[in-house]
Nanobody
Framework: QVQLVESGGGLVQPGGSLRLSCAAS????????VGWYRQAPGKERELVAS???????DYADSVKGRFTISRDNAENTVYLQMNSLQPEDTAVYYC????????????????WGQGTLVTVSS
């Protein structure tokens, strides 16, 4: 089955850290950037960070200096290292990527992960 599988969410105290993973299953990442988004209760989904095929990263101002996104093309996995977490980081985090389904012909699929909940609370 072609999908993005996220993991790594959980409950953490303010100031703590978590590492999220997003793995492509049944396909590989295309050369397009991969993004991590988040959606807090009652708020719109927002882009947190994105990473290009060559591991050039971009971040929302709210997470700069605290979050690090990285990409392992060989493993078809993207990571989001989150440090100095604060209660306002509480949200469901989603991975978004364009997947390349190998075959004849090959196909592209825009995919979202199922989401992983991050809760920052004491």
């Amino acid at each position: 089955q072609v999908q993005l599988v996220e993991s790594g969410g959980g409950l953490v105290q303010p100031g703590g850290s978590l590492r999220l993973s997003c793995a492509a299953s049944g396909a590989i990442f295309s050369v397009n950037p991969v993004g991590w988004y988040r959606q807090a209760p009652g708020k719109e989904r927002e882009l947190v960070a994105s990473v290009t095929h060559s591991n050039s990263a971009d971040y929302a101002d709210s997470v700069k200096g605290r979050f690090t996104i990285s990409r392992d093309n060989a493993e078809n996995t993207v990571y989001l290292q989150m440090n100095s977490l604060q209660p306002e980081d509480t949200a469901v985090y989603y991975c978004n990527a364009q997947l390349l389904i190998l075959g004849d012909p090959y196909k592209y699929l825009e995919a979202w992960g199922q989401g992983t909940l991050v809760t920052v609370s004491s």
